[in-house]
């Protein structure tokens, strides 16, 4: 009986990996680096994660947890809320209606399907952004930050795989 | 669904200002601790490195050093003898005094990475005297000001965010505009009037209307003036600010109080 609760306790541990990594990479992404012109690129580490883990597991990277992980992000972010949540919730369900395609690929075609992912997100925040100021922002900033993020996708999704066997593999 | 919810949160956002802040101050405070411990190591690093770099520089940067240092102590005999001048003209003519300042110095354990967004969260809160709408200051001039207080954690708003704006004053022809950020490195200036002299390399300082910061803050220098309008460089260089002193400077209305501004 003990053994089935610890099992139980285990399997719920390892199943809020997705959830835990991606919270630390929320917070990765807040560290102060002392770069010129670093901050306002920053990648979009959030994303990467929330894409990988819809691909590879959508039953730990729900609708909800996105929404709750965007949510976090926008209260930490200082910036207006409901922005990231909206962006995740909505790659999160664009990923998950292309599933089948993205599961039989290979590592190239999944960095390129991120990119596709990514560029909508870009639009959106912009959109998101500029609705909310009222005016046309300079699409730039964006643009740059989904260029540094589609380059650092190869080394976080390095670290999802290494998380996603030690955790959810075992 | 979610999707619906994200949108109405915006809306909450905008019109539930308060209560937001309030939420995310709390959030922000939860998270301090974690935020505090994981920025030390990549602050300790920037230092290595930047140590490394500072070591190769050395003897350039000694000579460098060494005549500032002579011209700065010019500069302190002549500042010496304007204090003793200012304090006895201002015996004579029964100047009420400035009210006191004090400082408080917090680490920066935050910069948020977003395209959108400017600001920057602290480590020091209501309980070590932190108040909405205090100036905050780094080395060279000023950065932002406080817009959400926690208890222990507290976030500035950079004067280069778009909703930044700052009552300024150019300090030779003593022309007020007020300092607007755009999410670039350089603010600009607004509600100049079309003719007004502006020259390139001119110092912007704040000017104290409004009532949130005190006058003669210095902010930041003119990079161009042209018909595009006129873009200011902050003082402070807001990519790398590892500690920043807030500044209470016990002037009324430092409680956003709107209705002290009007009047």
Same mark, same amino acid.
């Given at each position: ?170 | ?27 922000? &405070? ?23 770099? *500072?070591?190769?520089?050395?003897? &350039? *940067?000694?000579?460098? %050093? ?31 005094? *400035? ?20 600001? %920057? ?39 280069? &965010? ?54 003669? %803050? ?18 402070? &260089? ?26």
């Amino acid at each position: 009986m003990t053994a089935t609760f610890w099992q139980r306790l285990d399997k719920a541990g390892r199943n809020l990996a997705p959830f835990a990594v991606t919270v630390m990479l929320v917070l990765i992404g807040l560290i102060p680096i002392p770069v010129p012109a670093y901050t306002p690129v920053a990648p979009q580490l959030t994303l990467i994660s929330v894409y990988y883990w819809t691909i590879h597991r959508p039953d730990l990277m729900r609708p909800g947890v996105a929404f709750l992980l965007g949510l976090l992000q926008d209260l930490l972010i200082g910036g207006p809320l409901g922005v990231n949540a909206l962006m995740l919730v909505v790659a999160q369900w664009a990923v998950l209606n292309q599933r089948r395609v993205f599961l039989a690929s290979t590592f190239a075609l999944l960095w390129i399907g991120f990119a596709m992912v990514m560029a909508g997100a870009v639009f959106l925040e912009w959109l998101a952004f500029s609705a909310l100021s009222a005016t046309m922002l300079p699409v730039k900033p964006a643009l740059f930050q989904g260029l540094l993020t589609v380059a650092m996708f190869p080394a976080v999704g390095w670290l999802l795989i290494r998380m996603h066997r030690a955790f959810l593999n075992a | 669904m979610l999707v619906f919810a994200s949108i109405a949160l915006m809306m909450v956002g905008k019109i539930e200002s308060v209560s937001v802040d309030s939420a995310r101050a709390r959030v922000t &405070d939860a998270f301090a601790p974690i935020l505090d411990a994981i920025s030390r190591p990549a602050a300790t690093a920037a230092r290595v490195i930047e140590s490394a770099v *500072e070591v190769e520089n050395a003897f &350039d *940067e000694n000579q460098r %050093l060494k005549a500032e240092n002579a011209r700065l102590l010019q500069w302190k005999q002549a500042a010496l003898r304007l204090e003793t001048e200012n304090a006895s003209l201002r015996t004579l003519l029964r100047v009420t005094p *400035e009210p006191s300042v004090s400082f408080i110095t917090a680490r920066v354990i935050a910069t948020p990475g977003s395209s959108f967004v400017r600001t %920057l969260v602290v480590t020091a809160g209501r309980r070590d005297g932190v108040r909405k709408g205090q100036a905050a200051l780094a080395g060279a001039g000023l950065v932002g000001r406080v817009i959400e207080v926690g208890e222990w954690s507290s976030r500035v708003l950079l004067l280069t &965010d778009i909703n930044a704006r700052v009552p300024v004053v150019l300090e030779s022809s003593r022309q007020r505009a007020v300092l607007a950020g755009d999410n670039s490195d350089q603010a600009k200036l607004l509600y100049l009037p079309p003719e007004s002299p502006v020259q390139v390399g001119e110092r912007v300082v704040t000017s104290g209307h409004g009532g949130l910061f005190p006058p003669g %803050l210095p902010v930041g220098v003119v990079t161009s003036a042209s018909e595009r309008g006129v873009r200011v460089l902050p003082n402070a &260089d807001l990519s790398r600010v590892e500690h920043l002193r807030l500044v209470d400077f016990g002037l009324p209305g430092t409680e956003l109080d709107l209705a002290a501004e009007w009047k």
